[in-house]
């Protein structure tokens, strides 16, 4: 058992804030990754896919609007209570359009790293 308190948010490779996760490097993790996230009022992430895994994303607070796709030309908005499925290496940008309120999330992974790879041909 390993317990992993809130750490300091740090920058994570897409853009977004991370938070506390658990990981291979923070627990040992052979095939889950957790961790929570935070988008920034007006920021938005850079555009990535995770490469090797599918991902599971519930909202916490905000709203995010998300696109996907080859151009990224698909969108939704998704708030607090949502579920969105992600499958690997769909190409996808996360922008909290509030000027006041972030967007905080919970991201599972079936892979025991961040596995992000950014796509600055799609924006």
């Known amino acids: 058992m390993k317990v992993v308190r809130p750490a300091a948010d740090r920058e994570v490779p897409r853009g977004v804030v991370g938070g506390a996760e658990i990981s291979q490097a923070t627990a040992g993790a052979?095939?889950?990754?957790?961790?929570?996230?935070?988008?920034?009022?007006?920021?938005?992430?850079?555009?990535?896919?995770h490469a090797n895994c599918e991902s599971a994303v519930y909202m916490l607070?905000?709203?995010?609007?998300?696109?996907?796709?080859?151009?990224?030309?698909?969108s939704v908005v998704i708030g607090a209570g949502d579920l969105v499925y992600v499958p690997p290496r769909e190409t996808h940008v996360l922008e909290n359009r509030s000027d006041t309120e972030p967007a905080e999330y919970v991201?599972?992974?079936?892979?025991p790293t961040e596995d992000s790879v950014e796509v600055p041909w799609a924006d």
């Open 30 to 49: 052979h095939n889950i990754y957790m961790g929570v996230f935070r988008v920034p009022a007006g920021a938005r992430s850079r555009p990535h896919y």
């Open 61 to 74: 607070s905000g709203d995010l609007e998300v696109r996907w796709g080859e151009h990224l030309e698909e």
């Open 107 to 111: 991201v599972a992974r079936d892979a």
